[in-house]
């Protein structure tokens, strides 16, 4: 086995899916693997530059025109189109096809197109939308986890997204189409990223499949732990509702506490009206993000919904930086509540545990964490031998 194709929607710096297919990406190339990129949007960070990169230079369809969505939303025949044409240079025989993302541009289409040149698929889940149509598990307008069956009628009379009936009926049609035919039965392979995420999606995938937990790589090297913390809390990651971010800015207005927020996304304003000395950075390359975070007190984790990982949270406590994260989320599963970190629920709990934080608190559960962490490391090493395992188990 010699060549691998990523396929995923992004290509650049706007979320852990994105982040955990470019380094992997990096790494099965200096590994001597034949390494092609295939995104739906444009290339957009100077790490894939000497990456063979496929593109179709779309924008996200949620940021697109309405004739745009209705075109290529539910199912893109046009990016199948593409992507056949990329593979007829490749042969079954020696070649994996690594799928991170596909919904927002490529569609199911990809992924039917690679079944029928008969290539081995793997599918790492970054999210719970290969079953949930809103891919979240996450009712917005109630602000609570979603306990309806996948497309079921409860789950189709539900309006659980935050722009209403129109994007639910437009969601529940990809997901019917994903379901007709069978997205889920052309995958090879199963990669989960957390056992919290594979207990939750795992009943709702074929039984067959075989399938790995593998965590999302953090760094391949131990660096000394931080020891010039600064002042402020900080969140990682989209600025969407689910994420739980305007009640972070809330609770740390109620704590009179430094609140920064690295990303972008539709709440942006709303994190302001909420809490107006909040800082907000929008997206930054990698290292920036790792200094933000080397900078911080703590960082936070408010997410409303699941989660499946929380790759900001590993690189926080890779650092010695303790983590405060939302009961609910993946990321408990990395912060042991009172010793690595802290676990809440709620704005007000939230609030509190902001103003307990002192230095001295956040250097004693940082240290902690750090040591805990390094125990036990999810390096970009251990990552890579365990891709190129599940590679070799196919081809």
């Known amino acids: 086995m010699r060549n691998v194709i990523i396929v995923c929607d992004g290509a650049g710096p706007t979320g852990g899916t994105e982040r955990v297919a470019i380094t992997s990406a990096l790494g099965l190339q200096q590994r001597g693997f034949n390494v092609t990129y295939f995104a739906g949007e444009p290339i957009s960070t100077p790490e894939l530059d000497d990456i063979n990169c496929v593109t179709l230079n779309l924008a996200d369809a949620y940021n697109s025109s309405k004739a745009e969505v209705l075109k290529?939303?539910?199912?893109?025949?046009?990016?199948a189109?593409?992507?056949?044409?990329?593979?007829n240079q490749y042969s079954p025989t020696d070649t994996v096809i690594h799928v991170h993302a596909f919904r927002r541009i490529l569609s199911g289409a990809v992924i039917k197109e690679a079944k029928r040149q008969g290539f081995k698929l793997v599918f790492t889940l970054h999210d719970f939308g290969l079953v949930c149509p809103n891919t979240t598990l996450y009712i917005a307008p109630k602000n609570e986890i979603c306990h309806h069956k996948?497309?079921?009628?409860?789950?189709?009379?539900?309006?659980?997204?935050?722009k209403g009936w129109p994007m639910k009926i437009m969601q529940t049609a990809r997901g019917s189409k994903?379901?007709?035919?069978?997205?889920?039965?052309?995958?090879?392979?199963?990669?989960?990223?957390s056992e919290f995420s594979r207990k939750i999606i795992e009943p709702h995938l074929p039984k067959s499949t075989?399938?790995?937990?593998?965590?999302?790589?953090?760094?391949?090297?131990?660096?000394?732990?931080t020891t010039q913390r600064g002042d402020a809390f900080t969140y990682v990651g989209r600025l969407s509702q689910e994420k739980g971010v305007v009640g972070f800015a809330k609770a740390a207005r109620i704590a009179d506490v430094k609140c920064q927020?690295?990303?972008d996304g539709p709440e942006r304003e709303a994190i302001l009206a909420a809490n107006p000395t909040a800082i907000l950075t929008g997206w930054l390359t990698h290292s920036e993000v790792q200094a933000k975070i080397g900078q911080s007190r703590a960082l936070v984790m408010p997410s409303l919904w699941y989660e499946t990982a929380g790759l900001a949270v590993i690189e926080a406590v890779a650092q010695g930086i303790p983590a405060i994260v939302a009961k609910n989320c993946a990321s408990t599963e990395y912060v042991e509540h009172g010793k690595t970190g802290v676990h809440y629920q709620g704005e007000k709990e939230l609030a509190t545990i902001l103003t307990a934080m002192t230095q001295e608190r956040a250097t004693e559960l940082g240290a902690a964490a750090y040591d805990q962490y390094w125990q036990t490391p999810l390096t970009t090493k251990k990552h890579l031998d365990q891709l190129i395992q599940v590679y070799q188990n196919l081809v």
């Open 72 to 79: 290529r939303f539910v199912w893109n025949p046009d990016a």
């Open 81 to 87: 189109t593409t992507f056949g044409k990329l593979l």
């Open 150 to 162: 996948p497309l079921s009628f409860a789950c189709k009379t539900c309006q659980c997204t935050h």
């Open 210 to 225: 075989p399938s790995t937990t593998i965590y999302n790589p953090v760094s391949s090297e131990q660096q000394p732990i």
């Open 178 to 193: 994903i379901a007709r035919e069978k997205i889920a039965q052309d995958f090879d392979h199963f990669i989960y990223v």
């Open 261 to 263: 927020f690295i990303g």
